[in-house]
Nanobody, 124 residues
Framework: QLQLVESGGGLVQPGGSLRLSCAVS????????IGWFRQAPGKEREGVSC????????NYADSVKGRFTISRDDAKKTVYLQMNNLKPEDTAVYYC?????????????????WGQGTQVTVSS
């Protein structure tokens, strides 16, 4: 059974960095597309970044391009989101999601498995 566990969130000052991790268990990670999403209070959940399975490439929301980097270690079954130059508007609960048949660019309803989320707060 596929399970996702996020970690690495916390409180950071503007301009700071955090690295989120998404540990995947129960499946062969390389076959799966992994997306990072976030949800701020009172807002809809939005896509942040995605790493396609089977070498399917990556993408980023315009708001994080040049600041966030997604990477994956299929052997360790972990996907990372390196977040640099964080801004207050990056404050949200960050979720990772997985699906074998979704592709980067698929909207969130196509991702069948979700983690519980990790809080990221950017504040001075």
């Amino acid at each position: 059974q596929l399970q996702l566990v996020e970690s690495g969130g916390g409180l950071v000052q503007p301009g700071g960095s955090l690295r989120l991790s998404c540990a995947v268990s129960g499946v062969t990670l390389s076959y799966y597309t992994i997306g990072w999403f976030r949800q701020a209070p009172g807002k809809e959940r939005e896509g942040v970044s995605c790493s396609g399975g089977s070498g399917g490439g990556t993408n980023y929301a315009d708001s994080v391009k040049g600041r966030f980097t997604i990477s994956r270690d299929d052997a360790k079954k972990t996907v990372y989101l390196q977040m640099n130059n964080l801004k207050p508007e990056d404050t949200a609960v960050y979720y990772c999601a997985a699906d074998r048949f979704a592709s980067c660019g698929s909207s969130r309803q196509y991702f069948g498995s979700w983690g519980q989320g990790t809080q990221v707060t950017v504040s001075s």
